[in-house]
């Protein structure tokens, strides 16, 4: 670099406040004509027709407040995005600081969600921890969204501005790589692609193949998982027609895990109910919350305490109805000065949980941030 020179020389100005790659289609957007903290107001938006576009992130519970704009610029893309060469030369450098809260504490908060659904309490809950990464150096939000495009096979990976939810948010940026699609509209289709049921990867491609055999042949996964295909089948119901539920999941996977997953599809009633609105009617899905939901929510705010972005939904819905969520996992909120950054994972409890197995299935599926954390 020559003397003089600002640091951030070469950085693409076109870097996007809000960006999401998909196989299917990616978009990124700069600046905000408008902003929303109630996505009820930015549904409304759309529907009245004075707002064109919304992007960005809706937190886990209902009533916290949403990260959601109108964009001042759109670029729309038909595959994934491809990373600037400036971004990928960036390589980011964190540690884990800490465990929020320490395996052993998530191992136990887990078996007592197992005695409380023996109980009857509830029939699922999500249980999630956190790991706090600190950085030397300052990190930069689109290189490290770069890497987790650049890890996911299907180049999936999202950005999003969290400064328009308010002052506790303001320069906060989420970063992820989601491989579960919470609802996609296209014209009159409504597709959805609910995941439960895990398993974490091996680099043994044996082992590997066992580890997903077993998940496609497990009982309890497969009980795990219809609480979300049922969920999200009840909530399309009243909103769509010709609702196609294939009646067992397939073997879905990530670099880092395999996963149970439903393809949902169906076709829409009204053509005025938006993506934006399809997504608020299905979210939060047992695949992030629990059945029956409500109990599953008050549980998960008295065990972890409130969780913010992590397991809401990040995407864009525009005026005609077409959009894509996204359910925001897999992903890390990166501090506004840029030192520090927090990354959650969880996973689905049911009566035949084994608390050993979930403190490792959220061990693997914090990988997929991690490595692009270069943390360990
Ligand atoms: C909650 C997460 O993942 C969700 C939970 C899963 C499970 O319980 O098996 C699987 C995929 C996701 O729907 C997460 O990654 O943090």
Same mark, same amino acid.
């Given at each position: 670099?020559?003397?003089?020179?600002?640091?951030?020389?070469?950085?693409?100005?076109?870097?996007?406040?809000?960006?999401?790659?998909?196989?299917?289609?990616?978009?990124?957007?700069?600046?905000?004509?408008?902003?929303?903290?109630?996505?009820?107001? /930015?549904?409304?938006?759309?529907?009245? *027709? @004075?707002? &064109?576009? %919304? $992007?960005? #992130?809706?937190?886990?519970?209902?009533? +916290?407040?949403?990260?959601?704009?109108?964009?001042?610029?759109?670029?729309?893309?038909?595959?994934?995005?491809?990373?600037?060469?400036?971004?990928?030369?960036?390589?980011?450098?964190?540690?884990?600081?800490?465990?929020?809260?320490?395996?052993?504490?998530?191992?136990?908060?887990?078996?007592? /969600?197992?005695?409380?659904?023996?109980? *009857? @309490?509830? &029939?699922? %809950? $999500?249980? #999630?921890?956190?790991?706090?990464?600190? +950085?030397?150096?300052?990190?930069?939000?689109?290189?490290?969204?770069?890497?987790?495009?650049?890890?996911?096979?299907?180049?999936?990976?999202?950005?999003?501005?969290?400064?328009?939810?308010?002052?506790?948010?303001?320069?906060?940026?989420?970063?992820?790589?989601?491989?579960?699609?919470?609802?996609?509209?296209?014209?009159?289709?409504?597709?959805?692609?609910?995941?439960?049921?895990? #398993?974490?990867?091996?680099?043994?491609? +044996?082992?590997?193949?066992?580890?997903?055999?077993?998940?496609?042949?497990?009982?309890?996964?497969?009980?795990?998982?219809?609480?979300?295909?049922?969920?999200?089948?009840?909530?399309?119901?009243?909103?769509?027609?010709?609702?196609?539920?294939?009646?067992?999941?397939?073997?879905?996977?990530?670099?880092?895990?395999?996963?149970?997953?439903?393809?949902?599809?169906?076709?829409?009633?009204?053509?005025?109910?938006?993506?934006?609105?399809?997504?608020?009617?299905?979210?939060?899905?047992?695949?992030?919350?629990?059945?029956?939901?409500?109990?599953?929510?008050?549980?998960?705010?008295?065990?972890?305490?409130?969780?913010?972005?992590?397991?809401?939904?990040?995407?864009?819905?525009?005026?005609?109805?077409?959009?894509?969520?996204?359910?925001?996992?897999?992903?890390?909120?990166?501090?506004?000065?840029?030192?520090?950054?927090?990354?959650?994972?969880?996973?689905?409890?049911?009566?035949?949980?084994?608390?050993?197995?979930?403190?490792?299935?959220?061990?693997?599926?914090?990988?997929?941030?991690?490595?692009?954390?270069?943390?360990?």
């Amino acid at each position: 670099m020559a003397s003089g020179q600002h640091p951030d020389v070469g950085r693409p100005v076109t870097a996007p406040d809000f960006l999401l790659s998909r196989p299917t289609g990616s978009l990124r957007t700069q600046g905000a004509l408008r902003t929303f903290t109630d996505p009820g107001d /930015a549904a409304l938006a759309l529907r009245d *027709g @004075s707002c &064109g576009l %919304v $992007v960005g #992130a809706i937190g886990f519970e209902p009533d +916290a407040p949403a990260a959601l704009m109108e964009p001042e610029l759109v670029v729309r893309t038909d595959g994934p995005l491809e990373p600037p060469a400036y971004f990928r030369g960036i390589r980011s450098e964190a540690r884990v600081a800490e465990e929020i809260p320490i395996p052993a504490v998530h191992r136990a908060r887990v078996s007592s /969600a197992i005695s409380g659904i023996k109980a *009857g @309490s509830v &029939g699922k %809950v $999500v249980l #999630a921890r956190a790991v706090r990464l600190v +950085a030397d150096r300052p990190l930069d939000p689109h290189a490290v969204c770069a890497s987790l495009i650049d890890s996911s096979p299907a180049a999936d990976g999202f950005l999003v501005d969290l400064s328009p939810a308010g002052d506790a948010y303001a320069g906060r940026v989420l970063v992820g790589s989601s491989p579960e699609l919470l609802v996609r509209r296209r014209g009159d289709q409504v597709e959805c692609h609910p995941l439960a049921g895990s #398993a974490p990867r091996d680099a043994d491609p +044996a082992t590997d193949q066992a580890s997903a055999r077993a998940l496609r042949d497990s009982g309890k996964d497969a009980f795990e998982h219809a609480f979300v295909v049922d969920s999200i089948a009840h909530a399309l119901a009243p909103l769509c027609t010709d609702l196609e539920i294939p009646e067992r999941p397939s073997l879905t996977s990530t670099r880092e895990m395999w996963h149970l997953g439903t393809r949902i599809r169906g076709r829409i009633s009204d053509p005025r109910t938006t993506a934006l609105d399809l997504a608020l009617a299905v979210h939060p899905t047992p695949a992030v919350c629990g059945t029956p939901t409500d109990e599953a929510r008050r549980l998960i705010a008295g065990i972890e305490g409130p969780r913010g972005f992590y397991a809401g939904a990040i995407g864009w819905s525009d005026a005609d109805g077409d959009g894509d969520w996204m359910v925001s996992i897999r992903c890390a909120e990166i501090d506004a000065d840029r030192r520090g950054a927090i990354a959650w994972a969880g996973g689905g409890i049911v009566a035949d949980s084994d608390p050993d197995a979930e403190v490792a299935e959220t061990g693997a599926k914090l990988r997929t941030v991690l490595r692009a954390f270069n943390a360990s």
